[in-house]
């Protein structure tokens, strides 16, 4: 059984450019949450996804946007990038009509911005 | 809103020794869940260990417990006889369940550097 998986490991852009990245949730999960962990810092909520809707929101500007397909996977866009988004970003997954407080990490996407 | 303290950016224990890495929380909700988990440098983040606000026994997995006082609003980490794999990243983190189901997102304190000498 699968876990959550993440694409791509590592990516590396300039200021301005656009970045999306993937994420597969484990099987039989249906939300999708996004966190960025900055250097030398605990991950920060970015949101979550539920039914192909955002349905909470971190303290993050509308350049970060998502989406959810279908299938549970989710995409992170971030848009206008600042070298301040250089980070880990993080995806997990839960079950929505399951064990509320279970939620699994995948292996986390670095970007770099130059 | 939810916020997580972690006093310790960083220790040194001796391998085989106990450790206890200090978290303390501050949330209105009433049911919440409080979580440890592990970042080795590869930078995935591994669950440890999960106590709920209703839960009156303390949780423990293996070597790990997390002694839980919720008056003191405190959800400390015990590691028992530390062995050099336990050298990490620990974080502390917190959520609420959602009202549509499932859960809020996580909220992370910003961490502890564990490490472990022979």
């Known amino acids: 059984d699968a876990g959550v998986t993440q694409s791509p490991t590592h990516l590396i852009k300039t200021r301005g450019q656009q970045v999306t990245l993937r994420c597969s949730p484990k099987s039989g999960h249906d939300t999708v949450s996004w966190y960025q962990q900055a250097l030398g810092q605990g991950p920060q909520f970015i949101f979550q996804y539920y039914e192909e809707e955002e349905r909470q929101r971190g303290n993050f500007p509308d350049r970060f946007s998502g989406h959810q397909f279908p299938n549970y996977s989710s995409e992170l866009n971030v848009n206008a990038l600042l070298l301040g988004d250089s980070a880990l970003y993080l995806c997990a997954s839960g079950e929505a009509g399951g064990v509320w407080y279970e939620q699994f990490f995948g292996p986390g996407t670095r970007l770099t911005v130059l | 809103a939810q916020k997580i303290t972690q006093t310790q950016p960083g220790m040194f224990v001796q391998e085989k020794e106990a450790v206890t890495l200090d978290c303390t929380y501050d949330?209105?909700?009433?049911?919440?869940?409080l979580f440890w988990y592990k970042q080795p440098s590869s930078g995935e983040m591994i669950f440890l260990i999960y106590q709920g606000s209703y839960d009156e026994q303390n949780a423990t997995e293996g070597r790990y417990s997390l002694n839980f006082q919720k008056a003191r609003k405190s959800a400390n980490l015990v590691i028992s006889a530390s062995q050099l794999g336990d050298s990490a990243m620990y974080f502390c983190?917190?959520?609420?369940?959602?009202?549509?189901?499932?859960?809020?997102?996580?909220?992370f304190g910003k961490g502890t550097h564990l490490i472990i000498q022979p």
């Open positions: 949330t209105s909700d009433q049911s919440y869940g």
């Open positions: 983190a917190m959520r609420a369940p959602y009202s549509g189901g499932g859960a809020d997102g996580l909220t």
